[in-house]
T-cell receptor, first 112, second 114 residues
Framework: KAGVTQTPRYLIKTRGQQVTLSCSPI?????VSWYQQTPGQGLQFLFE???????NKGNFPGRFSGRQFSNSRSEMNVSTLELGDSALYLC???????????FGPGTRLTVL | AQSVTQPDIHITVSEGASLELRCNYS??????LFWYVQSPGQGLQLLLK??????LVQGIKGFEAEFKRSQSSFNLRKPSVHWSDAAEYFC????????????FGAGTTVTVRA
């Protein structure tokens, strides 16, 4: 099976812009979670989707949003970008029968 | 408050020596426990997991971890380190009642010297 894929791998944006990141889970996996990784805050949970519904949400402002499509692919959107949004954004998928999550390579977002 | 603690920020070990990375958690019940490894610029790779049962779990790349309920610990070990084991290691926990949200420790960077 192919692993979790994320596009794009690298992204450079300026403050105030918005960005959309994409994640394709492992085939058959219905749960997709998003995490933000920064040197200062480490790995932080953003949100989790299962069957197109958001089931869990972390402590991030409303500028961070996501959605999941019927094929389980997920997108994450960040509006009005701030310098502090520069991070590695990781997507993880799970089959839904256990808590085991498989991570993609991440999207490196740089906000200038 | 619920938390995951990795006390060691950085560990340097000689190639061929043993390695132990510490992880402690603070949760109301026994959570699911994981160890992940991350190479520079890469995503996270699952090394091993503990859900229940035998408290000594074997993982990939020769790693093992032992769950000790009395100490709320889940330490990762490897008997003989290879240069390719240089990476950052993360301990993570997931609540049984709140699946699919992992809380991570701050990570331990492992440097392997020849």
């Amino acid at each position: 099976k192919a692993g979790v894929t994320q596009t794009p791998r690298y992204l450079i944006k300026t403050r105030g812009q918005q960005v959309t990141l994409s994640c394709s889970p492992i085939s058959g996996h219905r749960s997709v979670s998003w995490y933000q990784q920064t040197p200062g805050q480490g790995l932080q949970f953003l949100f989790e989707y299962f069957s197109e519904t958001q089931r869990n949400k972390g402590n991030f402002p409303g500028r961070f949003s996501g959605r999941q499509f019927s094929n389980s692919r997920s997108e994450m959107n960040v509006s009005t970008l701030e310098l502090g949004d520069s991070a590695l954004y990781l997507c993880a998928s799970s089959s839904g029968s256990s808590n085991e999550q498989f991570f993609g390579p991440g999207t490196r977002l740089t906000v200038l | 408050a619920q938390s995951v603690t990795q006390p060691d920020i950085h560990i340097t070990v000689s190639e061929g020596a043993s390695l132990e990375l510490r992880c402690n958690y603070s949760y109301g019940a026994t959570p699911y426990l994981f160890w992940y490894v991350q190479s520079p610029g890469q995503g996270l790779q699952l090394l091993l997991k503990y859900f229940s049962g035998d408290t000594l779990v074997q993982g990939i790349k020769g790693f093992e971890a032992e769950f000790k309920r009395s100490q709320s610990s889940f330490n990762l070990r490897k008997p003989s380190v290879h240069w390719s084991d240089a990476a950052e290691y993360f301990c993570a926990v997931g609540l049984v009642t709140n699946d699919y949200k992992l809380s991570f420790g701050a990570g331990t960077t492992v440097t392997v010297r020849a």
